[in-house]
């Protein structure tokens, strides 16, 4: 089966560190781009960043210098590494697969997301 | 980065259609022919409904459908169902690499 799925989350304070991943299984995410999304409680969802099948790495504003998005191809497992977390980080990541039938900066596989809670 | 532009709420009978935009600029949505469609039920993840403009990923009902004049992108789901009840969120590749979000849709089926 195809599919992703997130782990890593959790309560953190302000200024902390936390490490997100993404288990691919189906698929091999070292060719296909790959996505990390948040959703705030009760807001809509924001991008945050990408990684291309080449390596290529791209970030949103809120995030560009804090959050840094990786692969292990042994593992099969994108990563989400984000420091200086404020409070405005907290949310439901989700991480997503690009579209594999040629479509761009679309994605049809996503995990069941795993929350990011910045409080003290 | 500035989000798309959506209605907060649409709303419809079983069976009626309707029709949701997405209006950006032309460094986004009115540039590349790179609009997405996702559809969200409270507490699941989203899932893809259109890419590329017009494309439907397979498994998808005929009844969604899209398309795009400028910088406004619009989806439209008609036969209306009352699973079909759902925010919907539009997306475009923008001139900066990154990716753009619409704020979101709330569908009602009356």
């Known amino acids: 089966e195809v599919q992703v799925v997130e782990s890593g989350g959790g309560l953190i304070q302000p200024g902390g560190s936390l490490r997100l991943s993404c288990a691919a299984s189906g698929f091999t995410v070292s060719t296909n781009y790959m996505t990390w999304v948040r959703q705030a409680p009760g807001k809509g969802l924001e991008w945050v960043s990408v990684i291309y099948g080449g390596g290529g790495t791209y970030y949103a504003d809120s995030v560009k210098g804090r959050f840094t998005i990786s692969r292990d191809n042994s593992k099969n497992t994108l990563y989400l590494q984000m420091n200086s977390l404020r409070a405005e980080d907290t949310a439901v990541y989700y991480c997503a697969r690009g579209e594999a039938g040629g479509g761009h900066d679309a994605y049809d596989i996503w995990g069941q997301g795993t929350m990011v809670t910045v409080s003290s | 980065q500035s989000a798309l532009t959506q209605p907060a709420s649409v709303s419809g009978s079983p069976g009626q259609s309707i029709t949701i935009s997405c209006t950006g600029t032309s460094s986004d949505v009115g540039g590349y022919n790179y609009v997405s469609w996702y559809q969200q039920h409270p507490g699941k993840a989203p899932k893809l409904m259109i890419y590329d403009v017009t494309n439907r990923p397979s498994g998808v009902s005929n009844r969604f459908s899209a398309s795009k004049s400028g910088n406004t992108a619009s989806l439209t789901i008609s036969g209306l169902q009352a699973e079909d009840e759902a925010d919907y969120y539009c997306?475009?590749?923008?001139?900066?690499?990154?990716?753009?979000f619409g704020g979101g849709t709330r569908l009602t089926v009356l």
């Open positions: 997306t475009s590749y923008t001139s900066s690499s990154t990716l753009a």
